[in-house]
């Protein structure tokens, strides 16, 4: 089985500044999609940025940027210039791209503060 | 377009009390999802299904039904609820193919 492992429970970062969160996953698959998932107090999941498993390059959304690693299977995210707007949850998330299942997999997510 | 769309989204229950939480999609996806999420553990898979007729067991579906006879609904029932069921629900949809889902707003349920 698939596992996702968060090894930061709770980060901070100063305004304006960078902050990158860990994520880790198991897997025997070679096809697969990784995510990170924003969760504001409202509750709402919202999709932050995505990277498939067979692309070399690191996607990129804006501020928003991974660092991914396949061989290491490390996922992380880096956001520059850190908003107050980006304090919430962030729970990264993989999905295999065979079989019959093909479901999301959470790890157990980072809460970002955001100091002013 | 409204998307996934989850009612109610807060329900007291008492324990041993039955009770649907409704979820509905508007995008003809064909995959839909239930996700219970609790403190410290992320979201963990209960049930999930991939078209009309077709459902399957997530990672904790034991006290759980679930049923798709439309592409639209995708009700979850609990048959008996237990304080061990207080969590926040999402029902979530994907098209075929697609790399994301799409989540509803969630439902916060406490068995008192």
């Known amino acids: 089985a698939q596992t996702v492992t968060q090894s930061q429970p709770e980060m901070s970062v100063q305004e304006a500044e960078t902050v990158t969160l860990s994520c880790t996953y198991d897997?025997?698959?070679?096809?697969?999609?990784l995510f990170w998932y924003k969760q504001p107090p409202s509750r709402q999941m919202i999709l932050v940025i995505r990277?498939?498993?067979?692309?070399?390059q690191n996607a990129t959304e804006n501020r928003f940027s991974v660092n991914f690693q396949k061989a290491a299977k490390s996922f992380s995210l880096k956001i520059s210039d850190s908003q107050l707007g980006d304090a919430a949850m962030y729970f990264c998330?993989?999905?295999?791209?065979?079989?019959?299942?093909?479901?999301?997999?959470f790890g157990s997510g980072t809460q970002l503060t955001v100091l002013p | 377009n409204a998307g996934v769309t989850q009612t109610p989204k807060f329900q007291v229950l008492k324990t041993g009390q039955s009770m649907t939480l409704q979820c509905a999609q508007d995008?003809?996806?064909?995959?839909m999802s239930w996700y219970r999420q609790d403190p410290g553990m992320g979201l963990r898979l209960i049930h999930y299904?991939?078209?009309?007729?077709?459902?399957d067991q997530g990672e904790v579906p034991n006290g759980y039904n679930v049923s798709r006879s439309t592409t639209e609904d995708f009700p979850l029932r609990l048959l008996s609820a237990a304080p061990s069921q207080t969590s926040v629900y999402f029902c979530?949809?994907?098209?075929?193919?697609?790399?994301?889902?799409?989540f509803g707003s969630g439902t916060r349920l406490t068995v008192v």
């Open positions: 979530a949809s994907r098209p075929p193919g697609a790399r994301g889902y799409t």
């Open positions: 897997t025997s698959e070679s096809d697969y999609y």
């Open positions: 990277q498939e498993a067979y692309k070399q």
């Open positions: 998330a993989y999905r295999p791209d065979s079989g019959s299942a093909r479901q999301l997999t």
């Open positions: 995008m003809n996806h064909e995959y």
């Open positions: 299904s991939v078209g009309a007729g077709i459902t």
